[in-house]
């Protein structure tokens, strides 16, 4: 049974560390999307275009769930375009 113990910890504490990485994996993404979400593409050098493209695009292939975990997490909301309401 101690061996039993033993792993049973050493897996509570991998799954403890897994969490803490996706609240700070949730944090960055959150920020992202906000950051993301406030800019002005036109306004920006291609290069940074580019670059928030491609960050926006792995945002987008996130699931709700995990995008408005993302957004609750840096207490960030982002508005939808009136135009598409």
């Known amino acids: 049974m101690p061996q ?14 897994l969490m803490g990485e996706r609240q700070a994996l949730l944090r960055v993404v959150g920020a992202s999307a906000a950051l993301i979400a406030s800019l002005d ?9 580019e670059a928030a493209d491609m960050v926006a695009t792995s945002i987008n292939g996130l699931s709700e769930e995990t995008l ?18």
């Open 4 to 17: 039993r113990d033993q792993e049973i910890a050493l897996l509570r504490r991998e799954i403890e560390m």
């Open 41 to 49: 593409s036109k306004r920006l050098p291609v290069g940074a275009v």
């Open 68 to 85: 408005q975990d993302a957004l609750t997490s840096v207490s960030a909301e982002i508005e939808e375009d009136s135009a598409s309401a």
